[in-house]
Structures are given as structure tokens and as C-alpha cells.
């Protein structure tokens, strides 16, 4: 699957939102990804995580995590087509911690997997947890990427777009009147 035909698996899927928006990062930006409408088609989510799972074949990950919750979808979709376990960890008071009986043994080779990277925070929490057990992070993928983020090793996502966001004071959106919708689950 190629940026081109992924993008249009996004938009075809409902997925690629435009409008006006506020993002977790307290942002405005014109376009928005539901990666919901992605995520509720098996067959589709299969294919990007095939992607993502061809493209990090080569560093043979024994272990693939993913935060909760659509990273944890995309962590078992790659974990599968892998042949690698799969774990997750939680947020607890703030701080990304295993439980379930999910542990990381010193040594590991980790592969984290993400739905949407924005500001790459929740990845970077996943990626503190996976090496203070003593995990090597031998990858980051993604079925998306809003931007550009400082994570390393740098992420791969089966579609990367440059989307412009505004602060509140900065955005033309809100000057020009139109309503602002809030979609995600994080509080802003």
C-alpha cells in the first residue's frame, strides 16, 4: 500500500475529516482523522498494519506494544501478521505502567505501534515504559502521522501528511466564525 492509495482508503472510509477542529494539543486545524472509521473495518486496519509490519519485518521485534486504546489495535494487527506477542501498557496516575501480567524482559527487541501520531507524547510515555524495563525500541510505525515529531528512532506510518494547526489567538478558522467541533477523547 502506497501513500497515494492509503490516503484514498482514508478519505473513501470517512476517516479524513475537514472542517474545523480542536486537537488534544489544544490546537485548531482544518482537517481531522478518525482513525475510528478506519479502525472498524478489519480488512482495511489488516492492510495498513501489513504495511507497517512489512516495513519493520527486517528488525524481527519479539514483542509489539501499542498504547490504548487504537494503538493496541494496530500493536496486535502488526503482532500478528509478525508471528510477535503482543502487551500494552496503562496509564496509572499519569505514568504508563504494565499490568495484566504484561512485562518487558531486559533485552527485548520492541516494536511500539500507534494509530495517530501528532505531537508523538503518548509514544514517547509508551517508549519510557518499554525501556525502563530494559526493552530496546527497534521501531516505531504508525497507520498515521500529522507532522513531524522529535521521537527516535524516527516513526514510519503508512500515511505522513504536514497538517497545518493554530493556536487558539493564530486561527483563521475561528476569526472567520466557524464552529469549532471536538472529537477526541483526551481532555484538552
Same mark, same amino acid.
Given at each position: 500500500? !502506497?501513500?497515494?492509495? @492509503?490516503?484514498?482508503?482514508?478519505?473513501?472510509?470517512?476517516?479524513?475529516?475537514?472542517?474545523?477542529?480542536?486537537?488534544?494539543?489544544?490546537?485548531?486545524? $482544518?482537517?481531522? +482523522?478518525? $482513525?475510528?472509521?478506519?479502525?472498524?473495518?478489519? *480488512?482495511?486496519?489488516?492492510?495498513?498494519?501489513? @504495511?507497517?509490519? !512489512?516495513?519493520?519485518?527486517? @528488525?524481527?521485534?519479539?514483542?509489539?506494544?501499542?498504547?490504548?486504546? &487504537?494503538?493496541?489495535? =494496530?500493536?496486535?494487527?502488526? %503482532?500478528?501478521?509478525?508471528?510477535?506477542?503482543? @502487551?500494552?501498557?496503562?496509564?496509572?496516575? /499519569?505514568?504508563?505502567?504494565?499490568?495484566? &501480567?504484561?512485562?518487558? +524482559?531486559?533485552?527485548?527487541? =520492541?516494536?511500539?505501534? *500507534?494509530? =495517530?501520531?501528532?505531537? %508523538?507524547?503518548?509514544?514517547?510515555?509508551?517508549?519510557?515504559?518499554?525501556?525502563?524495563?530494559? &526493552?530496546?525500541?527497534? %521501531? +516505531?510505525?504508525?497507520? +498515521?502521522?500529522? /507532522?513531524?515529531?522529535?521521537?527516535?528512532?524516527?516513526?514510519?506510518?503508512?500515511?505522513?501528511?504536514?497538517?497545518?494547526?493554530?493556536?487558539?489567538?493564530?486561527?483563521?478558522?475561528?476569526? !472567520? %466564525?466557524?464552529?469549532?467541533? $471536538?472529537?477526541?477523547?483526551?481532555?484538552?
Amino acid at each position: 500500500m !502506497n501513500q497515494d492509495s @492509503a490516503l484514498a482508503h482514508l478519505r473513501d472510509c470517512g476517516a479524513f475529516l475537514e472542517g474545523h477542529f480542536l486537537l488534544s494539543s489544544g490546537r485548531h486545524s $482544518k482537517v481531522y +482523522i478518525e $482513525k475510528f472509521r478506519l479502525l472498524e473495518q478489519p *480488512e482495511l486496519t489488516e492492510q495498513f498494519a501489513r @504495511a507497517i509490519a !512489512n516495513h519493520f519485518r527486517i @528488525a524481527n521485534p519479539d514483542l509489539v506494544v501499542g498504547p490504548l486504546t &487504537g494503538g493496541v489495535l =494496530v500493536a496486535h494487527e502488526v %503482532g500478528k501478521d509478525l508471528g510477535a506477542a503482543l @502487551a500494552f501498557p496503562e496509564r496509572v496516575e /499519569g505514568k504508563m505502567e504494565w499490568r495484566r &501480567g504484561f512485562k518487558i +524482559i531486559g533485552g527485548q527487541r =520492541v516494536l511500539i505501534c *500507534e494509530d =495517530v501520531i501528532t505531537t %508523538g507524547l503518548s509514544v514517547a510515555e509508551v517508549k519510557e515504559a518499554v525501556e525502563r524495563e530494559g &526493552g530496546v525500541v527497534v %521501531g +516505531i510505525g504508525a497507520l +498515521i502521522q500529522r /507532522g513531524e515529531t522529535h521521537l527516535t528512532p524516527s516513526p514510519f506510518a503508512v500515511v505522513k501528511l504536514v497538517l497545518e494547526s493554530f493556536t487558539v489567538e493564530d486561527c483563521p478558522l475561528c476569526r !472567520n %466564525g466557524h464552529p469549532l467541533t $471536538k472529537r477526541g477523547s483526551r481532555a484538552v
